[in-house]
């Protein structure tokens, strides 16, 4: 079966940093587009970032130079590390997996983990 | 402010058949991306309902479609059920964003 798990969120002062991770099964990630998309309370989704089959990486513009995507392939695990952490990135943290279409689409999702910033 | 736009919600009775339309322009939807749509199911997490527009993964009932005309694209649910109360989110590309990929605002359907 095709499974996506998240793992690290919690609650973290601002400023602070916070790694999360996404243990994979059923597909290998690093043959994979793999994506973070977020989730703020009670709001829409946000694409956050991707890393590329060939190790190439993108960011939205709101997070680029604070937040690191990155992969262990030994581990078949993806990873989101997230620096200068703000009071507006609190949400729901999703990894998913690309599948290729113009444009790609994601499936399957993980479950979720919460990243609440805060004082 | 989303790019493509969803109506904030929509309603139906069982039984009935409900459309979500997502709104896009000339670059995105109309350019000739396609679009695809999201489940989530309250208190879960999004879960791949349509993609390339129409095409539905195998699990998803044949209650569900999805069109694409213009710079427009629905996603229809007939014989409406309890179960389908959710929101829904439309997905697809933008040329005139730095990001890669951009979803509407999303629709809560309320099963009436």
């Known amino acids: 079966e095709v499974q996506l798990v998240e793992s690290g969120g919690g609650l973290i002062q601002p400023g602070g940093s916070l790694r999360l991770s996404c243990a994979a099964s059923?597909?290998?990630?690093?043959?994979?587009?793999m994506s973070w998309v977020r989730q703020a309370p009670g709001k829409g989704l946000e694409w956050v970032s991707v890393?590329?089959?060939?190790?190439?990486?993108y960011y939205a513009d709101s997070v680029k130079g604070r937040f690191t995507i990155s992969r262990d392939n030994s581990k078949n695990t993806l990873y989101l590390q997230m620096n200068s952490l703000r009071a507006e990135d609190t949400a729901v943290y999703y990894c998913?997996?690309?599948?290729?279409?113009?444009?790609?689409?994601?499936?399957?999702w993980g479950q979720g983990t919460l990243v609440t910033v805060s004082s | 402010q989303s790019v493509l736009t969803q109506p904030p919600s929509v309603s139906g009775a069982p039984g009935q058949r409900v459309t979500i339309s997502c709104t896009g322009s000339?670059?995105?939807?109309?350019?000739?991306?396609?679009v695809h749509w999201y489940q989530q199911l309250p208190g879960t997490a999004p879960k791949l309902l349509i993609y390339g527009n129409s095409n539905r993964p195998s699990g998803v009932p044949d209650r569900f479609s999805g069109s694409k005309s213009g710079t427009s694209a629905s996603l229809a649910i007939s014989g409406l059920q309890a179960e389908d109360e959710a929101d829904y989110y439309c997905q697809s590309y933008d040329s005139s964003l730095s990001v890669h990929w951009v979803f509407g605002g999303g629709t809560k359907l309320t099963v009436l």
């Open positions: 059923g597909f290998t990630v690093s043959s994979n587009y």
């Open positions: 000339s670059s995105n939807i109309g350019a000739g991306y396609d």
């Open positions: 998913a997996r690309e599948l290729t279409g113009t444009p790609n689409w994601f499936d399957p």
């Open positions: 890393i590329y089959s060939g190790g190439s990486t």
